[in-house]
């Protein structure tokens, strides 16, 4: 299971780390993803990490601000999200996937385990 949190509300400009852990189980092996969901609108991609590899990749448009890294200890992968706008305002959800092709993986269809999401709420 996975479970995302560290989500609140912050003024534009600020910054908030999300987590995304999982329980009784270790993100070996597999693509580890963020999307997010702003009222009103589709699930989008994020960033994602590749576990065994740290290799990260990113939505074009948050490259930059948001940054993924993993803490193999704890089992856990966050996303450090910087200089906040008012935009960034959604549900985000951490998801999971052991199968992945580089191709899929921008793609929320491509990844089977999700969490409960987490809100982010930026004032400006």
């Known amino acids: 299971q996975l479970q995302a949190s560290g989500g609140g509300f912050v003024q534009a400009g600020g910054s908030l780390r999300l987590s995304c852990a999982t329980s009784?189980?270790?993100?070996?092996?597999?693509?580890v993803g963020w999307f997010r969901q702003a009222p009103g609108r589709e699930r989008e991609f994020v960033a994602g990490?590749?576990?065994?590899?740290?290799?990260?990749f990113f939505a074009d448009q948050l490259k930059g601000r948001f940054t993924i890294s993993r803490e193999s200890a704890k089992n856990t992968v966050y996303l450090q999200m910087d200089n906040l706008e008012p935009e960034d305002t959604a549900v985000y959800y951490c998801?999971?996937?052991?199968?992945?092709?580089?191709?899929?993986?921008?793609?929320?269809?491509?990844?089977?385990?999700w969490g409960q999401g987490t809100l982010v709420t930026v004032s400006s």
């Open positions: 998801t999971a996937s052991s199968t992945m092709i580089v191709s899929s993986r921008r793609n929320r269809d491509a990844y089977k385990h």
């Open positions: 009784g189980s270790t993100f070996r092996g597999y693509t």
């Open positions: 990490i590749v576990w065994n590899t740290r290799v990260a």
